[in-house]
């Protein structure tokens, strides 16, 4: 081969891995073992960038461990249910595990030419009955352990699609799909019990010392722990209450703002707000008109707020006398708190927005310290620890911060009986009920006379029927007789399976277990997973931060309660990276009504088009199939291989930051394997015509260098322990283009070398193996073309020599009355009165002197000399 081909190089070393099995994790305690997991991907059909760098990141770490004598595991797999493929059938036809397990294949094969150290003989789809029947197994144990309930909850409800939607997957208050405007219904759903580790999961959080800041935060403040005060609102006696109501119960994270309430309001939903819809037509209508809507804190954030005066009124806890109005308002939630507020116009913004509209008191409790300014269109809401003037409260505290108010508010209410401090938590539990059919079948019946019947162990996994059909709305487990209609587990009579199928935020939530034994007939054998577990080192975007490692940590704990994972593996991530995103210029251009129209970035040359249109260029945009702005990764490896792509969305920019994915860049990274390659055939080819082949390892160079024989090796030498100290230190602080930048500068220095060829090969050799994690494919070719024995990737990481890693000088700056004037090399370790010595034996030195006696001599070690004269 007379030039870099990556082509002929990447087939056949992917061949050779897989003909030695050298990824294939099996259990070895005779080495330590290291488990390095990537998010596993949603079978779309095409890989792209981001999967390029996010599984190059976690490879790199693979294959690192593999040369540091680590057994590891490093499997794949794919998040498989989900409405997409459902939205594939419904329009183009065909079946959605058709549509998925095709595009599962077609990724499988974009994926493979990276070279990955994947275990593929552990690879599962969620989909698989397999998989989703070890999963029904697992819900049967926590519904016995008491971790799952089935319990009526508001739900965001798609009235056309018919299904339950997450709260992301409303936009505008419609559905994400069908457009329709979402209702809120009140449905029987079933719940994992996950609230009630909430304290547990927010504690842990400390211990995840490996996991970026951000993230705990993140989750801590989803879960959200708060103290606040719990109090009940009488109704008054002139009002004309439901019966089996005399009062409303409300909870408040601000106590202290009560002196500021100028009405109370409950939800459509709140148990009050439901029996006067009974009564009257009118709340009826309201009622129904405020349940259409999203329930995300953003929809209730910047919707139009919507009031009832319901004509009740309750009276002031600190007050009999003072009647605030009851109403009815379309920004509240029941599912947080009580379901009721007392309204703070003048503290909070939602309420000063419902104020203003129905011409409602506005009463300030404090203002600013400075500057002062009455509450006009925005409302005053300093922070907790923010120090504020109180203008208003039932205790004298004139400047004192929020938490100190509301410390003192909750005081005084216990004290005096009206009041009690409860401590509160955001997080709710997990509904995990979805009405549609591509998903893992919740494994119950439902039985006239037994009620809610679990299904037999034996008799999973409850599989999916594949005679479907999409050609109507909603579920179509609710249309299929035969799946749907069963003999009761337990009295045999007619009964029906639960039709709803699970969240596939379950089926995410355990897959780091199963890979531990993905052929076993349990969700997990012991044996494995107290060998595996726990993750290592888990690599996935942060979009993920919250829900799917939250749930994750929740099942972990779940999964260890019921019996199948050990305790140690409660936090189930010992450490977590989050990478950022590939970005790329959007190029577009504008039709004859000046909306934009993009552009694929092969389509654009130097800023024009093929016709000489000049595209407008918007930089560093996320990668999007709707802006164009994508490269396909295979088509990078067809152009320039495998290793150019890895090395280059490693060599960009650190890995938690996004890398700007740009042709010259990629142009850039193949032209220096190339130089790479190069000089490796040279040195092959200079000793092979010698006839001198040499097959030296650096310890054998290093043991056979005299010092001070040769000092250009002895250069070499220092530089290639160094350079072994640098990449490693990266590679093991994910500072992968630090490691990189090193890995330059090394060949660099290996290129410009006039030290023997002895050492020159045993330094390319070295260099052969810093590379390899990033490019697999052709540090394994220069590893054999420098005669290496066995593979690159299994052969022992070298070792950086401490003793090399000295500096055998230290270059000191000579100043004379304070001005640089000259400068010395000395040892490092040289006593004080012989670096005098060598300054003042330097030419500028001696000139300045011009042979006087200095006044005084001043060195600094290893940091600078100064002569006075």
Known sequence: ?????????????????????????????????????????????????????????????????????????????????????????????????????????????????????????????????????????????????GLVARKNAVVNWDPVDMTVLANEQVIDGKGWRSGAEVERR????????????????????DGLEDWPAKVRLMQENWIGKSR???????????????AGFDGIEVYTTRPDTIMGASFVAVSPDHPLARALESQDPRVAAFNAEARRGGTTEEALETGEKLGFDTGLTVAHPLDPNWH?????????????????????????????????????????TFEAVQDPTPVAAEAFTPGKDEKVKWTNHFADLGIATGQEAI??????????????????????????SRQRYWGCPIPVVHCADCGVVPEKKENLPVRLPDDVSFDQPGNPLDRHPTWRDVPCPNCGKPARRETDTMDTFVDSSWYFARFTSPRADVPVTQEDAAYWMNVDQY????????????????????????????????????????????????????????????????????????????????????????????????????????????????????????????????EAANRFLGRVWRMARDLADQHEAGGDKIDLTLQEMMDSLQPGQNPLDDELMRATHKAIDDVTKGIESFGFNAAIARIYAFFNALSKSQASARMKWAAMRVLAQLMSPMTPHLSEELWTMLGG?????????????????RENTVTLPVQINGKRRAEISVPPDMAKDEVEKCALAVDAVQKALDGAAPRKVIVVPGRIVNVVI
């Open 1 to 145: 081969m007379s030039r870099y081909s990556a082509a002929e190089i990447e087939s056949k070393w992917q061949e050779a891995w897989e003909k030695s099995g050298i990824f294939k994790a099996m259990r070895d305690s005779s080495r330590p073992k290291y488990y390095v997991l990537e998010m596993f991907p949603y079978p779309s059909g095409r890989i792209h960038m981001g999967h390029v760098r996010n599984y190059t990141m976690g490879d790199v770490i693979a294959r690192f461990k593999i040369a540091t004598g680590h057994n590891v595991l490093h499997p794949m797999g794919w998040d498989a249910f989900g409405m997409p493929a459902e939205n594939a059938a419904m329009a183009i036809g065909g079946h959605p595990k058709d549509w998925t397990y095709q595009n599962i294949a077609d990724m499988r094969g974009q994926m493979k030419p990276l070279g990955l150290s994947i275990d593929w003989s552990r690879e599962f789809a969620t989909c698989d009955p397999e998989y989703y029947g070890q999963q029904q197994a697992l819900f049967l144990d926590m519904l016995e352990a």
């Open 186 to 205: 009140e449905l029987t759903q079933w719940f994992f019990r996950i609230s009630s580790m909430a304290e547990e999961l927010l504690d842990a959080l």
């Open 228 to 242: 606040g005060l719990q109090m009940t609102f009488a109704l008054t006696g002139d009002s004309a209450a439901p």
């Open 324 to 364: 605030l109005p009851v109403w009815i308002a379309n920004f509240i939630l029941m599912d947080y708190g009580t379901g009721a507020i007392f309204g703070v116009p003048a503290h909070d913004q939602r309420d000063l927005d419902f104020a203003r509209k129905y011409d409602l008191p506005v009463i300030e």
């Open 407 to 432: 410390d003192a508010t909750i005081d005084a209410a216990e004290a005096a009986g009206w009041g009690s401090g409860v401590t509160k938590f955001r997080l709710r539990d997990w509904g995990l």
């Open 539 to 666: 690599i996935g975007g942060i979009e993920h931060a919250i829900l799917h490692l939250l749930y994750s940590r929740f099942f972990a704990r779940a999964m260890q309660i019921t019996g199948h994972l050990p305790e140690k593996c409660r936090e189930p991530f010992n450490a977590l990276f989050t990478q950022g995103m590939v970005t790329h210029e959007i190029y577009q251009t504008r039709d004859d009504k000046g909306r934009p129209v993009y552009h694929l970035p092969e389509e654009v040359t130097d800023g024009r088009l093929a016709d000489g249109t000049e595209v407008e260029i918007i930089p560093s945009a996320k990668m999007s199939k709707s802006k164009k702005n994508v490269v396909d990764p295979v088509n990078i490896i067809h152009a320039f291989g495998a290793d150019t792509a890895r090395w280059f969305v490693l060599s960009d920019s650190p890995p938690e930051r996004d890398v700007e994915w740009t042709a010259a860049g990629a």
């Open 789 to 805: 024995e066995g593979l690159v990737v299994s052969t022992p990481w070298p070792q950086a020599d401490p003793d090399m890693l």
